[in-house]
């Protein structure tokens, strides 16, 4: 009886593939989560950033009776820290409107930049 030789045939092309497709479907889970954690988090911090437009809308509306601030006369009051964001996280600027009963409104147009849709950034709501 001779010995029997073992030859050693290396990956398959099949194998190959399919560890490729198991690490690609890995990679876009991965990148779906961080994605979806990323935009919740620009959500909140752009909220924050319109809630402390607010307050010092609120504080301009309290110390003048008549006008509606903008985010410049925010920051000339020294209302609204200089480095405070003007923009949300998507890059679209915040708006204050006022009505005479009601508290200013900060607005954005939000991640998708168009005025008036659901995704819009609202304070208060």
Known sequence: MSPRRSHSRGVTPFAAALALAAVGAGA???WWLGSA???ST?????????EQ???AAKSYRAQ???GCPTLSLLEEERLLSRNAREDDAWGN???VVCSESD???????????????RDDIRVPR
């Not at 620009?42 to 319109?50: F, G, I, L, Y």
């Not at 508290?103 to 849709?117: H, L």
């Open 103 to 117: 508290e200013p409104v900060v607005n954005s147009a939000g991640p998708d930049g168009k005025a008036s849709t």
């Open 93 to 95: 600027r915040f708006r």
């Open 53 to 55: 437009i607010q307050t």
């Open 42 to 50: 620009d959500e909140a911090t752009s909220r924050a950033d319109a």
């Open 28 to 30: 876009s889970c991965l």
């Open 64 to 66: 003048h009776s008549e």
């Open 37 to 39: 954690s990323a935009s």
